[in-house]
């Protein structure tokens, strides 16, 4: 990968970078990444998320590679650090590995317990990177759902068909977002 130093953005599914790939540390600055490590041969392992305001890829700069793959889960926009507009920022980094390590905790709670309650807690993670004041959320795919959640895929759909017509999550169309995963989100309904 060339070395860009300006924002670059990414439609959902697509690769960003692959593991063992030099490459820059990138800020989050919209949207959602799947980062995999190695799993068995052509088999991706989920092993965390990044939402807006997170660092990306920080141990190529440490190793001279990274360590895990990453993917857009949703439309994103990725913008290379320290440089940018976003390095000015004071205790950036700090924030963001805060921010990353209370992540990582919500998202092993994801992976155990009623299954129900794993999806609403994605769905929560998901909306909370959003800034948007009416509670919009653009879910990952529902394979990605259940990757995340140690769910399978059909469970992932069960559930998000129910919280659909108990009318916890409204469809909503967005341009540029596949139909099936734009919701507004009843958070007063969504408490199980």
Known sequence: MSQPRHALSFRPGTPIYGIGVP?????????????????????????????????IGSEAMLFGTYAFAASALTECELSPWPEGAASARSGSLLRSLATAQRRAAD??????????????????????SNDDAAQHVVLPTRQDIADITALRLETVSRIIKR??????????????VHA?????????RLAV
Do not use: H, K, Y
Not at 33 to 51: I, M, W
Not at 113 to 123: D, F, N, Q, T, Y
């Open 23 to 55: 490459g820059l540390a990138w800020r989050v600055e919209r949207g959602s990444v799947r980062l995999d490590g190695n799993g068995t041969p052509g088999e991706a392992r989920f092993a965390s998320l990044a939402l807006p305001g997170d660092i």
């Open 107 to 128: 998202l092993v709670a994801l992976r155990g317990g009623e299954a129900v309650r794993r999806v609403i807690g994605l769905i929560r993670i998901m909306a909370n």
């Open 180 to 188: 099936t995963r734009s919701f507004a989100v009843d958070f007063g």
């Open 163 to 176: 919280l659909e017509r108990d009318g916890m999550l409204q469809p909503v169309r967005i341009d540029g």
